[in-house]
C-alpha cells in the first residue's frame, strides 16, 4: 500500500527560489493580455519572460493553468484538480483500512482464533511490518475492537512460544 503524503503549501520565505505571487500574477496578466493582441502574440511568454526575468516554462505553465481556470482552453480547473487529489487520497486511505479490516476480521474470527492463535498473530505482525502499526490500531479501535498498542508491543518483544504450546494473546 502507499503511504499517504501530505502536500505541503509551499511558501517564498521557505523556498528563496520561488517566484513572488505579485511577479508571477503581473507576468501571468501581461502574457495572457499580449496572447489575446494579435500582433504582439507571436514569442509574447518568451519577450516577458526574459523581461522580467522568469524561466520561458514557468510562464508558459501559469499561463496555461490561468486559461484553463478562466475556460478559454479544455483541461482540468484548479479547484476540480485539488478535489481530484483530495479524493485520491481518501480513496487510498479507504483501501489501507479495507486491507487492515480484512486481516483484523481473519484473526478475530472466534473460531479462527481458537485454531490458529500464532499464525494470525504472525499475520498481524505481517500487516504490521507493510502497513505499521498505528494506522492498525487505528482501524480497528474505529469499528469497535477493544485492543490497546501496549498489548500487541508487549507480545511482539516476548520470545516466540516453541511448536505445540498453547499461547495466550
Known sequence: ???VIARKEYCHECYPWKYPEELRERATRMAVEAR????R????????????????????????KVEIDA??????TTPDAE??????AENRELRRANEILRKASACFTQAECERRERSSIHSLMTTRRTLGPVPIFHVLTSVGVKIAPSAYRARKSRPPVPEGCATRL
Open 41 to 64: 502574440s507571436m514569442g509574447a511568454i518568451r519577450r516577458i519572460g526574459d523581461e522580467l526575468g522568469v524561466h520561458l516554462e514557468a510562464l508558459r505553465t501559469w499561463v496555461k
Open 83 to 88: 478535489r481530484i487529489r483530495e479524493l485520491e
Open 36 to 39: 489575446r493582441d494579435p500582433e
Open 1 to 3: 500500500m502507499e503511504a
Open 71 to 76: 475556460g478559454a482552453r479544455s483541461g482540468t
